[in-house]
């Protein structure tokens, strides 16, 4: 059984410009959340999609956006990058939501220079 | 803020013994909480989670306990293996409104042979 894929692994950008980060699934799962982990503030939830609603969310700025497919597949867009958005971006699946058994990927390693 | 703390961010031991690492959590609504493994270079990995209305959950090897009154839970790991050496996360889960995961800073497990 395929684990959850993200793609790119490794991103650079440049202050200003906008990003998108993708994240597959597990078959079957129709929760996707993601997170941001960093040195200084350690890992953030930033929002959980369920059958393509966002259903909860984080404390982060409307900057930070998200969107799911009908087949669960998931993405999540920073706009007007700053160089505080330099992280590690998780995504996570499950069957049930933020309870229970969830399952990350390796993350997007995003760098803003 | 919100905030999920942890009493030690390094715990070194040796192989076979028994680890527990704590975490504080700071408020008293939140009703879920899961323990999460990262190692090096990997999403987090889930562990093990327990409901409020539980005060002990057991695993293999290890078990968590959650001690409501002082707002306290603990992750014991039974014979601790260099396998086990990875940083550990608790996370708490607030149910009203919005629902989102609280993560504490992580503690750092080293296991020497």
Request: charged share 15%; proline share 4%; net charge positive.
């Given at each position: 059984k395929a684990g959850v894929t993200q793609t790119p692994r490794y991103l650079i950008k440049t202050r200003?410009?906008?990003?998108?980060?993708?994240?597959?699934?597990?078959?079957?799962?129709?929760?996707?959340?993601?997170?941001?982990?960093?040195?200084?503030q350690g890992l953030q939830f930033l929002f959980e999609y369920f059958s393509?609603?966002?259903?909860?969310?984080g404390n982060f700025p409307g900057r930070f956006s998200g969107r799911q497919f009908s087949n669960s597949r998931s993405e999540m867009n920073v706009s007007t990058l700053e160089l505080g958005d330099s992280a590690l971006y998780l995504c996570a699946?499950?069957?049930?939501?933020?309870?229970g058994e969830a399952f990350f990927?390796?993350?997007?390693?995003?760098?803003?220079? | 803020g919100e905030s999920?703390?942890?009493?030690?961010?390094?715990?070194?031991?040796?192989?076979?013994?028994?680890?527990?690492?704590?975490c504080a959590y700071s408020n008293s609504a939140s009703d879920y909480f899961i323990w999460y493994k990262q190692e090096?270079?990997?999403?987090?990995?889930?562990?093990?989670?327990?409901?409020?209305?539980?005060?002990?959950?057991?695993?293999?090897?290890?078990?968590?306990?959650l001690n409501?009154?002082?707002?306290?839970l603990?992750?014991?790991?039974?014979?601790t293996q260099p396998g086990d050496s990875a940083v550990y996360f608790c996370a708490e889960n607030k149910s009203t409104g919005f629902q989102k995961l609280v993560f504490g800073t992580g503690t750092r497990l080293l296991v020497s042979p």
């Open positions: 200003g410009q906008q990003v998108t980060l993708s994240c597959s699934p597990i078959s079957g799962h129709r929760s996707v959340s993601w997170y941001q982990q960093t040195p200084g393509e609603t966002q259903r909860n969310k699946s499950s069957l049930e939501g933020l309870r990927g390796q993350g997007t390693r995003l760098t803003v220079v | 999920v703390g942890l009493h030690l961010p390094t715990l070194s031991v040796q192989e076979g013994d028994n680890s527990i690492i704590n090096s270079g990997k999403g987090p990995q889930f562990i093990i989670d327990i409901r409020s209305n539980m005060d002990k959950r057991q695993g293999q090897r290890v078990t968590v306990l409501k009154t002082v707002k306290h603990s992750l014991q790991i039974a014979a």
